[in-house]
């Protein structure tokens, strides 16, 4: 149980295009998603966090504008980077949160993001 | 802000046991994790424990917690090549939300 996934796996796009991530909780519901962002060899760097039915928190230095994040349905939270440009190349990587106060963070396979 | 620091490397013989450390500066962290992270993949969670337990066992692994010093270890007990993989401690606060801060992640190396 508490599976989560990401579409798409890997990216590559040109620069000024915009990409959208998917994260869905497959076997369960989920009112709270994180994003994270994860540089090569580095640890996890918290980007937003993704509310059902509200606006997104973002963490302070993070874009709003420019990441742009729904959270449409109890299953589905969506990321959109938008203009993409060659240093938002990372790999991006959501979690999930069981609704009904569960604590613990599951977390998708996290899709790699190439901006040429 | 909160801070988490594990070393970076870490080597061992298969069929040894590997015990990974963290440090933490948060005092009100109410649950610590530890995730294994695979190359090119996400970050499975492997145990937890809730901030008024010293110990926690679940198989092969212990997980030992020193709430006075701030510090967590995670003891992988008769290592085998699979468990080769970074490992990232998190802890979360008090704070609302259910954020997570993670550790700066320990790659595990395990040699025949």
């Known amino acids: 149980g508490a599976v989560v996934s990401q579409h798409p796996s890997r990216v590559i796009c040109k620069s000024g295009t915009s990409v959208k991530i998917e994260c869905r909780s497959l076997?369960?519901?989920?009112?709270?998603m994180f994003w994270y962002r994860q540089f090569p060899k580095k640890s996890l760097m918290l980007m937003a966090t993704?509310?059902?039915?509200?606006?997104?928190?973002?963490e302070q230095g993070v874009e709003k504008d420019k990441f742009l994040i729904n959270h449409a349905s109890l299953t589905l939270s969506t990321l959109t980077v938008t203009s993409a440009h060659p240093e938002d190349s990372s790999f991006y990587i959501c979690?999930?949160?069981?609704?009904?106060?569960?604590?613990?963070?599951?977390f998708g396979p996290g899709t790699r993001l190439l901006v040429l | 802000g909160e801070d988490v620091e594990q070393s970076l490397f870490l080597s061992v013989r298969e069929g040894d046991s590997s015990v990974i450390n963290c440090t933490y500066t948060?005092?009100?962290?109410?649950?610590l994790y530890w995730y294994k992270q695979e190359p090119g993949a996400g970050l499975q969670l492997l145990t937890y424990?809730?901030?008024?337990?010293d110990m926690k066992q679940d198989q092969r692994l212990t997980v030992l917690l020193n709430k006075k010093d701030k510090h967590l270890s995670l003891r992988i007990a008769d290592t085998q090549t699979g468990d080769s993989a970074i490992y990232f401690c998190?802890?979360?606060?008090?704070?609302?939300?259910?954020?997570?801060?993670f550790g700066t992640g320990t790659q595990l190396k395990v040699e025949l």
């Open positions: 979690s999930a949160v069981l609704a009904g106060g569960g604590e613990t963070q599951y």
């Open positions: 076997d369960f519901q989920a009112t709270t």
């Open positions: 993704s509310n059902e039915g509200s606006k997104a928190t973002y």
């Open positions: 948060d005092s009100s962290s109410t649950y």
């Open positions: 424990i809730f901030s008024n337990m």
């Open positions: 998190a802890e979360k606060g008090t704070g609302g939300g259910n954020k997570l801060t």
